[in-house]
């Protein structure tokens, strides 16, 4: 039950900044469940095998395979889905416990959460670019065989 | 068409496309694509803060505009309008002064009204306090300071005069919610309400933007992105610890 209720939070998250961000209405239910795609592959593998990097790299495939599908369907950039999706997961808490350790003077403890924070975002936007290069690849692939 | 039509539409479309945050290959695409749909030959070079666009025409004369871009939101329905807009051009090209107002109506439209957005803003920041371990009154809280940093933000955005001031002054009242809140709840978790309320304002996603044009080649907005988004979270640190402090 309570695991749930966890992965509802990513789908409202995601929906919520959705609305924010002026996404069409049409798309809210879309950018939600891309966030419940997201949230759920990173909470599952975070919290059994508590490897935060490698959590964040494998829910940012699955945003960014989620996001270029649905941009397909719905003829929409893949933009919108996939800053939305990947919102619960993005190391935004990260930079934030930097700076307070910062400010704490607590310099190694600062050390390790801005390690952290930039590999969760360079894993992230490596997981994304890599989706997102197959996908490309495919399209100019079949615009090659039509013509 | 005249090659400098070409040039201003091609500016326009582009600049809102950076002014609602979109990614800077798609900026260049689309210029590129508008250009080359009336039969020109464009070059763009996008930055965070700025466009340079150099159209060549088809009787071999040039015109180069510089457009400088202050400020950013995230808006993704102007960034799939302008993509639809793009496309459709690429198939049928339309005239000047049709696509011109096609590209203003883009931008005049309206956003959510500030009633919903400051509420959706509240509920998000309940969202995140949950997801970071909190209790109700944790998220209870949150919804109101979110709401409450909202309201605030969005009011008094035209007299301040940079960005960075914004962020210092969410931090700082969310720091100062958080202050009271604890006088009245002492069994308060008021790490997972400051998380929520700030959630909205941290620069994950801009981190995680600026490293994904690094990889796709646009070096320096990559540097430009990530440096914004170390200012944003200093200034948003800084404000709740200077806060909190006095706890």
């Known amino acids: 039950m309570d695991t749930?209720?966890?992965?509802?939070?990513?789908?409202?998250?995601?929906?919520?900044?959705?609305?924010?961000?002026?996404?069409?209405?049409?798309?809210?239910?879309?950018?939600?469940?891309?966030?419940?795609v997201g949230w759920i592959i990173f909470y599952t593998i975070n919290s059994r095998t508590s490897r935060v990097i490698l959590a964040t790299f494998l829910g940012a495939i699955a945003v960014a395979l989620y996001s270029e599908i649905m941009a397909r369907i719905k003829k929409t950039p893949a933009?919108?889905?996939?800053?939305?999706?990947?919102?619960?997961?993005?190391?935004?808490?990260?930079?934030?416990?930097?700076?307070?350790?910062?400010?704490?003077?607590?310099?190694?403890?600062?050390?390790?959460?801005?390690?952290i924070t930039s590999a969760c975002a360079g894993a992230l936007a490596f997981g994304i670019i890599t989706v997102s290069s197959l996908f490309r690849l495919i399209n100019t692939s079949n615009k090659k065989n039509l013509t | 068409m005249k090659t400098?039509?070409?040039?201003?539409?091609?500016?326009?479309?582009?600049?809102?496309?950076?002014?609602?945050?979109?990614?800077?290959?798609?900026?260049?695409?689309?210029?590129?694509?508008?250009?080359?749909?009336?039969?020109?030959?464009?070059?763009?070079?996008?930055?965070?803060?700025?466009?340079?666009?150099?159209?060549?025409?088809?009787?071999?004369?040039?015109?180069?505009?510089?457009?400088?871009?202050?400020?950013?939101?995230?808006?993704?329905?102007?960034?799939?309008?302008?993509?639809?807009?793009?496309?459709?051009?690429?198939?049928?090209?339309?005239?000047?002064?049709?696509?011109?107002?096609?590209?203003?109506?883009?931008?005049?439209?309206?956003?959510?009204?500030?009633?919903?957005?400051?509420?959706?803003?509240?509920?998000?920041?309940?969202?995140?306090?949950?997801?970071f371990g909190g209790g109700f009154t944790e998220a209870m809280i949150a919804l109101l300071s979110g709401s409450l940093i909202f309201i605030v933000i969005n009011n008094i955005r035209h007299i301040l005069t940079n960005q960075i001031f914004e962020y210092l002054i969410s931090g700082i009242l969310c720091g100062i919610i958080v202050l009271i809140a604890g006088k009245i709840f002492p069994q308060l978790y008021a790490y997972s309400i400051i998380i929520g309320s700030v959630m909205m304002q941290l620069p994950g996603v801009a981190i995680t933007n600026g490293i994904r044009d690094g990889i796709s080649g646009d070096i320096v907005s990559a540097i430009a992105r990530i440096l914004e988004a170390l200012l944003w979270v200093t200034a948003l640190g800084t404000g709740v610890a200077v806060v909190l402090i006095f706890r």
Do not use: W
């Open chain 2, 4 to 131: 400098s039509d070409i040039a201003l539409l091609a500016q326009k479309a582009g600049e809102l496309l950076i002014k609602s945050g979109a990614e800077i290959y798609r900026v260049e695409e689309t210029i590129n694509r508008i250009c080359s749909a009336y039969g020109a030959c464009g070059d763009a070079f996008a930055l965070p803060t700025g466009i340079f666009i150099t159209v060549k025409g088809k009787c071999g004369d040039t015109i180069t505009l510089t457009v400088r871009i202050k400020e950013r939101v995230n808006d993704f329905s102007k960034i799939s309008k302008v993509n639809n807009f793009s496309r459709t051009v690429s198939k049928s090209p339309m005239s000047f002064g049709e696509a011109m107002e096609c590209l203003i109506s883009i931008e005049e439209e309206k956003h959510y009204p500030t009633a919903i957005r400051a509420i959706v803003s509240g509920a998000a920041a309940s969202v995140f306090s949950l997801m």
């Open chain 1, 4 to 36: 749930i209720f966890t992965f509802l939070l990513g789908f409202l998250g995601s929906m919520f900044v959705s609305i924010l961000y002026h996404t069409e209405k049409k798309l809210f239910l879309f950018c939600g469940l891309s966030g419940l």
């Open chain 1, 79 to 115: 933009t919108i889905f996939l800053i939305t999706g990947i919102f619960p997961i993005v190391p935004g808490v990260g930079a934030y416990n930097t700076i307070i350790s910062i400010v704490n003077n607590n310099l190694s403890e600062a050390a390790v959460n801005g390690f």
